[in-house]
Each structure stands twice: as C-alpha cells, then as structure tokens.
C-alpha cells in the first residue's frame, strides 16, 4: 500500500491548505483554497473525481483493465487465444485497480471526519453530501471485493486524519460482512436522502448541482442509484451463499416496497463525456483509443445477437458491430486457434474477416456516456427476481422491457454521436423491438439462463466487469474456455483476482493473515461467497 501512503501525505498537505492538487479540479469545482475550511460539498466532488478512472470509459481502465481482464473473463471482448498468458491479470494493473480505490476511500473518510467535526447547523447543511458519496464508494467497494474477496474496509483509509503511520495499516474484513453492511447502509442512506432532498437549506441547494458531476444534483436520480445498486448487491447474494436469505428479503423490500428505481433512458446512471462541465476532466478520445486494439467482435456477443430468435437478428446487432469485408457478422472465438485467429488478424482491411464494435456508435463516438446504471439492468434483476419467486412480478415483462430499454440505450448512443465514420440508424418502432424480446423469451426453455444471457449482452463490451460477475454467479451464459496448457499458474478461467503483490510488501502482516485465512495460498480458483 505505498502508493496509498503517499497519496494520504500529499492529501494531509493539500487540506492543510484547502486546495486541491488538479487545477481543472479546482477551477471547475470552486477552488477550496477560497473557502475559510474544507466543506463537505468540496470533498464529495474529490470523491468522485478521484473515483473517475474506473467510473468513466477512460482509456486506462478500458485498455488495461476492461480488454485485458474482465473483458476476456466475461467473453463480451474479442481476444486471442494466445498461449501460456491467456488468463492472467498483469499484476500492475491489477495494482491500478486497487489503489484507485483505497485513494477514493481516502478521500471518503476525510470527507466523514470534517462532517463529523461540523456544529448541527453546520451538518444538516452538509449531510446530503456525505450521503451521495458514500453511495458511490460502496458501488466502488463492491467491485473491489467482487475482484478480490476479502478486503480492508473498517480500518483503512484514515491515515491523513491520524497521522498515525504505525497504526495504519488496515485489517481485512470478510466478504460477507462488507456485503451485510452495504445492502443495511444503502437501505438507511436512501430514507436518509429521501428524508432531506425536499428540505435542503439555500446553501446546499446551491452548492450541490456544482459540485455533483454524477447526476448534476438530482435527487430523484440518486434515490434511484441508491435503491438500484442495493438491488443489485442483494440479486448477488441471493442465489446461494451465506447471505442468501438476506438477499431475499432485500429483494422483497424493494421490489414490494415500491421503492424508485432506475427504469427509463431519462434516468440513467452515467459520467457524460464531453458533455456539460466534465469536459475538461475526460478525454473523449479514450473509448477509441481504449479500444483500437481490441476492437473486434467477441463471437460469443454476435451468438446471442443472431442465434436468440431463430431466423432474426436482434435489433442492437447493426449498431453494436459492423460486418466484415464479406458483409458478414464474424467474432473472435474461444474455439479458434491461435494460429487460425493470427492468419485472420493478418489479412488487410479490405479482407477482414472479424466485426468490429461499430464506429459510429462506439469506437468515434466522442460523446458516448459512461453508464453506471442502466434501466435495462434493473429490469433484468427484476425479472429474475420475478421468475425465482423472490418478489411478486412479471417476469415476461419485465425481460420485454430490459430488451427495450437496453436497444434504447444503444441506439441512442448511435444517435448523439458526431462521428461521420458509419452509418446512423433509425431505432425500430417499439412494436417491433418488444415483439422480437417476446419471441426470445417464448424460444427459451430456460427463463433463467435467458434473463441472464440477456443482461450478460447488455453490460457487453461497456461493463464487462458486470458481466463477469454474471457468469460467475449463474455460469450463464455457457460460454467455452479453452484450456491454456502453457501456463504455468492459470490454465483455466480463474474465480477471482489475486491481490497485488504491493499488499505483500505494504501490508504484509495483515496480509500474511489473509492468506492463512484463505488455506495458505493466494489462490485464483477461490470462489467468491455468492458464486456458483
């Protein structure tokens, strides 16, 4: 964790003088180098910031995150088979992601201290801050352990409030416990926001939409992030597992409790990229250049955009990929060889045998959004929810809607984009959208693995950490991963990330007591508590 020790030093120094290191930051987000003291309104958008990386579709997340490991984990990427690496996680990176987030956390707990340290006046002016930002961080810290398992929590992040160097180095807390406590947080966070959105003083009022580069200081929305995200964590656990009764009745007190969700385009979750006052902090450039080396089809995606509905294609399939140079839709697949997948890479453009993400809708897209939280993700936690019998509901509809919201979500990205490279599409009547969504769930004699296949397509190639997360939890969609017989640690699809080995160095007595816990090893094959 020495990276993280470092940054906690230049984040003590930077609130010793209220200000903040990136001048974009500050300019954008009233410098707090012009305030008397460290408001709460400051430190929530230093949250967020510090926690854009791996928020927005930034080039670092996509090209070393996204194409190199979640992306081949999930098969929403097309990759090389390559052998004797085919399943490892570069270790720096997987550093990257780590320190992202503890540096988010970081800043999260300065944040808890100086609201802590406020009058009651002074707190119920700012209490709407703390509250967004914890609802990001835990969307952040389900990741991280839904990465690695067991992680720091309780204990980490307060070195720039202590001081104490010695005392510092955090605990591992268990899975399961992180997950009990976010899925009770987030339940008491949104009656909290619920409780004071109609109610904020001027000055928060005031503050709040330029502060907020998330949802521009709508409430409404975060209530909406909040209750989804706790909807998705409990889906999560309730299959099986340790927490599967909790998960449960979770479900049940959402989904029963009329409790407002993500479920329209008008309400998705997102980072804008080149829209409004975020401009200047994301390059619209990073999802093409995230991507320009791994831009081909996953054939696995292409399978269930042309295989669903016997004889039809699914209405996203023109404006998610183009065809090759033969008009045909061809991926990257797990049961080609290397050597079959090196000829075909080799050929020139105006033979290219595999699709690509398409151009206009993606790859040149300058104002594609981030998606955090779409509504076609809801619909299809609710519409598993629904079939298993966790709460009462439609299922059918509520898989009609995800296929509608989800082509929604993807033709409108092909209708904001700038790009001249490609073609524009009209998106289909919803008649005929929702017709076809009815015929694949008609088709499949197997609701869940349809649901599931479903929403696996949807986070595709924009979230493909969700989609891993699916595949380990259900073991849909079935996909095949070919044995990597030169490897010499990972031959086969692993559970989890291992930690990176900063922690062994930097952290080194409580993580030796982390990998006592795990049977002495740090072991990729562990699975996660609500897995398969």
Not at 393 to 407: C, P, T
Not at 419 to 436: H, L, N, Q, R
């Given at each position: 964790m020495k990276k993280i020790y470092l940054f906690l030093i230049i984040l003590v120094v930077a609130l010793t003088f209220y200000s903040c290191a990136d001048s974009e930051y500050s300019d954008k987000y009233l410098d707090p180098s012009k305030t008397t003291k460290a408001y709460c309104d400051k430190l929530m958008t230093g949250v967020f910031y510090t926690g854009r990386v791996y928020t927005f579709n930034s080039y670092w997340r996509m090209y070393t995150w996204d194409n190199t490991v979640t992306g081949k984990y999930a098969q929403t990427l097309g990759f090389m088979n390559s052998q004797g690496s085919l399943y490892s996680a570069n270790d720096s990176y997987a550093n990257d992601r780590w320190v992202h987030f503890y540096n988010t956390l970081t800043q999260f707990r300065v944040l808890q201290n100086v609201y802590e340290g406020l009058s009651d006046s002074e707190k119920n002016t700012y209490r709407i801050f703390k509250n967004l930002s914890e609802v990001f961080v835990y969307d952040h810290l389900s990741q991280i352990v839904d990465t690695f398992g067991d992680a720091p929590f309780k204990e980490a992040g307060f070195l720039a409030i202590t001081g104490d160097v010695a005392g510092s180095y955090p605990a591992y807390d268990k899975a399961t416990d992180i997950y009990t406590m976010m899925l009770d947080r987030l339940g008491e966070l949104y009656a909290d926001i619920h409780s004071i959105k109609g109610s904020l003083d001027k000055q928060a009022s005031a503050s709040l939409p330029k502060q907020d580069f998330v949802n521009y200081g709508d409430l409404d929305k975060w209530e909406r992030y909040c209750n989804s995200l706790r909807l998705r964590l409990a889906v999560r656990v309730a299959s099986q597992g340790d927490l599967s009764a909790k998960g449960k009745q979770v479900i049940a007190e959402i989904l029963g409790g009329g409790y407002p969700l993500v479920s329209s385009l008008d309400e998705t979750i997102k980072l804008d990229s080149n829209d409004k006052d975020t401009g200047a902090f994301f390059n619209p450039d990073d999802l093409r250049t995230g991507y320009i080396s791994q831009s081909r089809a996953s054939q696995a995606m292409l399978d269930a955009l042309t295989r669903t509905v016997s004889g039809e294609n699914d209405p996203r399939l023109p404006i998610m990929y183009s065809k090759n140079a033969?008009?045909?839709?061809?991926?990257?697949?797990?049961?080609?060889?290397?050597?079959?997948?090196?000829?075909?890479?080799?050929?020139?453009?105006?033979?290219?045998?595999?699709?690509?993400?398409?151009?206009?809708?993606?790859?040149?897209?300058?104002?594609?959004?981030?998606?955090?939280?779409?509504?076609?993700?809801?619909?299809?936690?609710?519409?598993?929810?629904?079939?298993?019998?966790?709460?009462?509901?439609?299922?059918?509809?509520?898989?009609?809607?995800?296929?509608?919201?989800?082509?929604?979500?993807?033709?409108?990205?092909?209708?904001?984009?700038?790009?001249?490279?490609?073609?524009?599409?009209?998106?289909?009547?919803?008649?005929?959208?929702?017709?076809?969504?009815?015929?694949?769930?008609n088709a499949a004699s197997n609701k869940e693995e349809a649901i599931i296949t479903q929403k696996w397509l949807n986070f595709g190639y924009m979230q493909p950490?969700?989609?891993w997360n699916e595949v380990r939890r259900t073991g849909y969609p079935q996909l095949y991963y070919p044995e990597d017989q030169s490897a010499q640690l990972l031959k086969t699809l692993p559970s989890r990330v291992r930690y990176p080995d900063s922690e062994r160095s930097n952290n080194a007595k409580n993580y030796d007591a982390q990998i006592q816990a795990m049977g002495g090893t740090d072991n990729a094959y562990i699975k996660l508590f609500w897995a398969k």
């Open positions: 033969a008009g045909e839709y061809k991926g990257l697949s797990t049961h080609e060889t290397y050597a079959e997948q090196e000829v075909n890479i080799a050929k020139p453009e105006s033979e290219r045998i595999y699709s690509r993400i398409d151009s206009t809708t993606v790859m040149y897209n300058t104002q594609f959004i981030s998606p955090i939280f779409t509504a076609a993700e809801v619909d299809f936690l609710k519409a598993e929810a629904y079939q298993k019998g966790w709460a009462s509901g439609d299922a059918k509809a509520a898989f009609v809607d995800g296929i509608l919201h989800s082509s929604q979500f993807y033709f409108e990205e092909n209708a904001i984009s700038p790009s001249k490279d490609g073609t524009k599409m009209d998106m289909p009547a919803e008649s005929v959208i929702k017709a076809y969504a009815e015929k694949a769930w950490f969700q989609a």
